[in-house]
């Protein structure tokens, strides 16, 4: 099994690899993973090992994202992977191995077998779902502020979205919801944003026939 871990770091969206240090592929980077253990199933097995090979102890959704089964994935004996999405809240920062670091998706290193079209296909169903679902609760922190939640929308969808039009759509979809709080004022002072919430931190369809859509180019 392997895990596409991601999580919105620096205003990117970025995903967690570690460098194997025997061939084949040595010194190319990996997804992390494992076999199923015995009396496991398949999410907590890959709870476990994240938890266990890279300290990340704090996914807020975890789900089954394809087998890849191609003969030739990986040399000699044919092995299949059943890969898996995992993502990461942008205020966590858990603790990785010296051999583990997290790459943007955008610039990912020289990977090892299919892991970069496993990276695309993660990248692409967190996507998918962020135009249908609530999920950008697994992307976000307990509480944010609407520019923050348009930064991690942004970042995972790979281009500018408006925060005008993002409080809209999931205001009118019954995913948010404001705390009464405001954040405090930065440097520059000014009047405290609201910050929101999402009313559920489990996984539900929205609007099964939404899609976000990059804005149209000026013509």
């Known amino acids: 099994m392997l895990a596409g871990v991601l999580q919105v770091r620096d205003d990117q969206l970025q995903v967690l690899l570690w460098e194997r240090n025997q061939e084949p592929h040595a010194h190319r980077w990996s997804l992390p993973g494992g076999l199923l253990g015995a009396g496991e199933d398949v999410e907590s097995s890959i709870r476990r090992q994240l938890a266990e090979k890279v300290d990340v102890r704090k996914l807020s959704h975890v789900e089954q994202l394809a087998v890849f089964s191609d003969p030739h994935r990986v040399p000699g004996t044919r092995i299949l992977a059943t890969a898996f ?104 002072g000014g009047r405290p944003a609201s910050l929101y919430r999402f009313t559920s931190r489990d996984l539900q369809i929205t609007d099964p026939f939404a899609v976000f859509r990059p804005p149209t180019a000026d013509r």
């Open 85 to 188: 999405l995992g993502l990461v809240p942008s205020d966590a920062d858990p603790e990785v191995p010296a051999d583990t670091r997290w790459h943007p998706v955008d610039q990912l290193p020289n990977t090892a077998f299919d892991h970069g079209r496993i990276i695309n296909a993660a990248r692409e169903r967190l996507q998918a779902k962020l135009s249908y679902t609530n999920l950008g609760f697994a992307l976000a922190p307990a509480e944010f502020t609407i520019s923050e939640l348009r930064r991690l929308y942004s970042a995972a969808l790979g281009y500018e979205v408006s925060a005008t039009n993002l409080q809209r759509v999931l205001s009118r979809r019954g995913v948010l919801q404001p705390t009464g709080r405001t954040a405090s004022s930065g440097p520059a």
